[in-house]
């Protein structure tokens, strides 16, 4: 398990360059799951934050008998937001939250999924949920020896309440095409909904 995060945060240094902050929540009955901070040198107007800990262990299909402790798809989730609009450091807690969701429910999170955390994501923002993009544009997946499955890092994209639910009638696909034809700016910490009717 150390191992495996010792390499995933390598990955994260290599890609997005050295952590300004990081943070460690543990929740009962779990592994420490740690967010680290980056500000993106390239442009530093937007802040990531990436998880540290989601990926130690395999995620394992919730209606299985018994979870495989090698074998399964490994994850970390990724959120690029725009510094200075809004506090939204205070999003270490929520995202820690999402990234123990499969130890504690016993879920895949994978590209295309909702995850909620049933409260704003950061004081005052008009966003409690998110919308798990694709991997490997911003991070590449980190492949791992046999018989591990390789950590892919999925990028979150808030949503707001609106789209969550337009999002579960129409899917995914739908909102982001929705999203790229407003040309709506994803990393905007206070930007409202996009037009749905």
Not at 15 to 29: C, I, K, M, N, Q
Not at 109 to 134: C, H, K, Q, R, Y
Request: charge should be negative; avoid cysteine.
């Amino acid at each position: 398990m150390a191992d495996v995060l010792a390499l995933v945060e390598a990955r994260l240094r290599s890609a997005l360059g050295e952590p300004d902050a990081r943070a460690a929540v543990t929740f009962l009955g779990t592994d420490r799951i740690e967010v680290l901070r980056f500000v993106d040198a390239r442009d530093p107007a937007v802040v990531r934050y990436a998880t540290l800990g989601m990926s130690a262990h395999p995620m394992s299909d919730p209606t299985a008998t018994l979870a495989d402790p090698v074998q399964g798809p490994r994850a970390e989730l990724i959120l690029s937001v725009r510094a200075g609009l809004a506090d939204t450091d205070k999003v270490l807690r929520p995202l820690a939250v999402l990234a123990a969701s499969p130890q504690v429910e016993g879920v895949i999170v994978a590209p295309g999924a909702s995850l909620d955390v049933g409260e704003p994501l950061w004081s005052g923002a008009p966003f409690s949920s998110v919308l798990v993009a694709e991997p490997g544009g911003l991070v590449e997946d980190l492949e791992l020896d046999a018989p591990l499955d390789p950590v892919r890092f999925l990028p979150l994209l808030p949503m707001t309440d609106n789209e969550a639910a337009w999002k579960r009638v129409h899917g995914a696909g739908e909102l982001q095409e929705r999203w790229l034809a407003r040309g709506t700016d994803l990393r905007d910490p206070l930007r409202r909904s996009v037009p749905l009717d």
